[in-house]
């Protein structure tokens, strides 16, 4: 982390705004961007992008190795549509967004087509009435035969309107040696009656609502599975995300966990989205693959805290174990549901225009 983000960092976190304010804007004044590595560029104007959009749009034309793509990003948040685009990898979720955008329905099909097939993955139709949906799959694929059972902890809050799209995803991957046990947390909607038509899931039902982790912590102790994974009930999951993310832990002698990589899709706008504007592709700490045996010597989740605590699990693990221990498949194996009053977006738990939360901060 370049000197510079850490000194931004430490005004936001001293909840000093009008500090970080006066240091991005006396950048325009000097050349200090185009001074520095282009990483620790990136880094710091990723950071500041969703913040000052306008601002480091302006900073932007210090460098000429500022993707295009970020800039399409911070033109949008400016309320600017950029031409169509046809961009590659990660990058294509911003073009799909332009083309949403612009109502070119029909290209934003063929990008998301595309941009599955750039990663080898089974492509998914997303595309419905101008929008990005989560799980609009009901293509059956062929399944294939794993020894080591897997088990998937779905933990649930009043999660009636997207549970079914979750659950599906799960029944519909392409290993079969699964066993999906779904927590529910202690719902006043009507979540577990729609749950009782899978007659092939485990559904635990809480009668105090204690928040997530101690959900999970539950599922855990009642899974069977010698490999244990998670999906937030609001999150679909692309067919291949368990064999995938099995493969590589079975394949590397010195891997403990896997995790994959997901986006986001808001829900009233059907766009693809993230609280820091840039990249849209990103780590999903909910999918974490790790054997049981690995779970029971961490500890487990802390339930002590609704928020951050698989964060928390996953700061731990980097400390204990090399880094080659972790797997990193950096595939887009999972769409989540960008919401109002989730734990990310909600008030009370969520973050400010400058990605601070004070209840986050002190965890």
């Known amino acids: 982390?370049?000197?510079?983000?850490?000194?931004?960092?430490?005004?936001?976190?001293?909840?000093?705004?009008?500090?970080?304010?006066?240091?991005?804007?006396?950048?325009?004044?000097?050349?200090?961007?185009?001074?520095?590595?282009?990483?620790?560029?990136?880094?710091?104007?990723?950071?500041?992008?969703?913040?000052?959009?306008?601002?480091?749009?302006?900073?932007?034309?210090?460098?000429?190795?500022?993707?295009?793509?970020?800039?399409?990003?911070?033109?949008?948040?400016?309320?600017?549509?950029?031409?169509?685009?046809?961009?590659?990898?990660?990058?294509?979720?911003?073009?799909?967004?332009?083309?949403?955008?612009?109502?070119?329905?029909?290209?934003?099909?063929?990008?998301?087509?595309?941009?599955?097939?750039?990663?080898?993955?089974?492509?998914?139709?997303?595309?419905?009435?101008?929008?990005?949906?989560?799980?609009?799959?009901?293509?059956?694929?062929?399944?294939?035969?794993?020894?080591?059972?897997?088990?998937?902890?779905?933990?649930?809050?009043?999660?009636?309107?997207?549970?079914?799209?979750?659950?599906?995803?799960?029944?519909?991957?392409?290993?079969?040696?699964?066993?999906?046990?779904?927590?529910?947390?202690?719902?006043?909607?009507?979540?577990?009656?729609?749950?009782?038509?899978?007659?092939t899931i485990k559904v635990i039902k809480l009668s105090e609502n204690n928040g997530t982790y101690h959900a999970r912590n539950i599922g855990i102790e009642q899974s069977t599975g010698y490999f244990v994974t998670f999906q937030d009930s609001d999150d679909w999951s692309h067919p291949e995300r368990l064999e995938l993310q099995l493969k590589e832990l079975l394949n590397t002698s010195t891997a403990i966990a896997s995790f994959s990589h997901f986006f986001r899709v808001d829900q009233s706008s059907g766009l693809p989205i993230c609280r820091q504007n840039y990249p849209l592709l990103r780590l999903n700490l909910s999918s974490m693959m790790v054997s049981r045996s690995v779970l029971d010597k961490l500890g487990r989740f802390d339930s002590s805290k609704r928020i951050e605590s698989d964060k928390k699990l996953f700061e731990l693990i980097k400390s204990i174990y090399s880094s080659d221990s972790i797997i990193y498949i950096r595939k887009p194996l999972a769409v989540g549901l960008y919401r109002v009053n989730s734990l990310t977006t909600a008030q009370k738990s969520g973050f400010n225009k400058y990605g601070f939360s004070d209840v986050r901060h002190l965890i």
């Not at 959009?53 to 400016?78: G, M, N, W």
């Not at 600017?80 to 046809?86: A, H, N, T, Y």
């Not at 990058?91 to 070119?104: F, G």
């Open 1 to 199: 982390m370049s000197t510079l983000l850490k000194e931004f960092d430490h005004h936001v976190q001293a909840q000093q705004y009008a500090s970080a304010d006066s240091l991005v804007e006396s950048l325009l004044q000097t050349d200090y961007i185009a001074s520095l590595e282009r990483k620790d560029a990136l880094q710091f104007l990723y950071r500041i992008g969703y913040v000052y959009p306008e601002l480091t749009l302006e900073l932007s034309k210090q460098r000429d190795d500022v993707p295009r793509p970020f800039k399409d990003t911070l033109r949008i948040a400016l309320g600017d549509i950029p031409s169509l685009r046809s961009y590659n990898q990660a990058d294509t979720l911003v073009a799909i967004k332009i083309a949403l955008m612009r109502h070119k329905a029909l290209w934003a099909k063929l990008l998301v087509y595309r941009f599955y097939r750039q990663y080898a993955l089974q492509p998914i139709n997303l595309v419905k009435s101008n929008k990005l949906t989560i799980g609009n799959n009901r293509k059956k694929v062929k399944k294939n035969n794993n020894a080591q059972k897997v088990s998937i902890i779905v933990t649930t809050y009043n999660s009636a309107a997207f549970i079914e799209n979750c659950i599906d995803s799960l029944l519909n991957q392409s290993i079969n040696n699964i066993e999906i046990i779904v927590v529910d947390d202690a719902s006043t909607d009507n979540t577990v009656d729609i749950l009782k038509k899978y007659l």
